[in-house]
T-cell receptor
Framework: GQQVMQIPQYQHVQEGEDFTTYCNSS?????IQWYKQRPGGHPVFLIQ???SGEVKKQKRLTFQFGEAKKNSSLHITATQTTDVGTYFC???????????WGAGTKLIIKP | DTGVSQDPRHKITKRGQNVTFRCDPI?????LYWYRQTLGQGPEFLTY????????KSRLLSDRFSAERPKGSFSTLEIQRTEQGDSAMYLC????????????FGEGSRLTVL
């Protein structure tokens, strides 16, 4: 079946270091969304990417959608404690299909 | 508050009992989704409604699970004869079927089956 693989499962960083999470789909996606879930919270929508090769920025967050529309990444520059949480990608094969969720990457700031 | 609300937030029950969760979506949203999430995993799709019509149900969903959205507004998710494996966070989300398709999640209902 259709799958979205997300790596790594965890990433420990020092505050101020960068963080990157990657998603790969077994099939071409029509679009991909990114969500953030704080510890004990619910997923909150960050962004949607639709176009091949699309790059979008939100302050320190950079989102990319691959040329083949089968992979995507989220990069956070100079992490802060407020960035702690789990970041999920969720892709859609077709607008009539459900989102296929990655397992998430948990961002942990080292004490 | 115009967000998605879920009730109850926590439910502890004994194996074999029935439980029902309620979701009130954002009022103008015509799509409503139920997901299940266990620790360390992403949300797992259960079912979704467009207005009052249940358009899709996960093939993984047991017959013990049923959902309704009788008037196209709030929805209920019922689990009959609960099992310990049903313990999870049950998330409701709503969306407006526009080009963005972003989901707005509620805080979730945490189920613990003893």
């Amino acid at each position: 079946g259709q799958q979205v693989m997300q790596i790594p499962q965890y990433q420990h960083v020092q505050e101020g270091e960068d963080f990157t999470t990657y998603c790969n789909s077994s099939t071409t996606l029509s679009n991909i969304q990114w969500y953030k879930q704080r510890p004990g919270g619910h997923p909150v929508f960050l962004i949607q990417l639709v176009k091949s090769g699309e790059v979008k920025k939100q302050k320190r967050l950079t989102f990319q959608f691959g040329e083949a529309k089968k992979n995507s990444s989220l990069h956070i520059t100079a992490t802060q404690t407020t960035d702690v949480g789990t970041y999920f990608c969720a892709g859609r094969v077709d607008s009539n299909y459900q989102l296929i969720w990655g397992a998430g990457t948990k961002l942990i700031i080292k004490p | 508050d115009t967000g998605v609300s879920q009730d109850p937030r926590h439910k502890i029950t004994k194996r074999g009992q029935n439980v029902t969760f309620r979701c009130d979506p954002i009022s103008e949203h015509n799509r409503l989704y139920w997901y299940r999430q266990t620790l360390g995993q992403g949300p797992e799709f259960l079912t979704y409604f467009q207005n009052e019509a249940q358009l899709e149900k996960s093939r993984l969903l047991s017959d013990r699970f049923s959902a309704e959205r009788p008037k196209g507004s709030f929805s209920t998710l019922e689990i009959q004869r609960t099992e310990q494996g049903d313990s999870a966070m049950y998330l409701c989300a709503s969306s407006l079927h526009l080009k963005t398709g972003e989901l707005f999640f509620g805080e979730g209902s945490r189920l613990t089956v003893l």
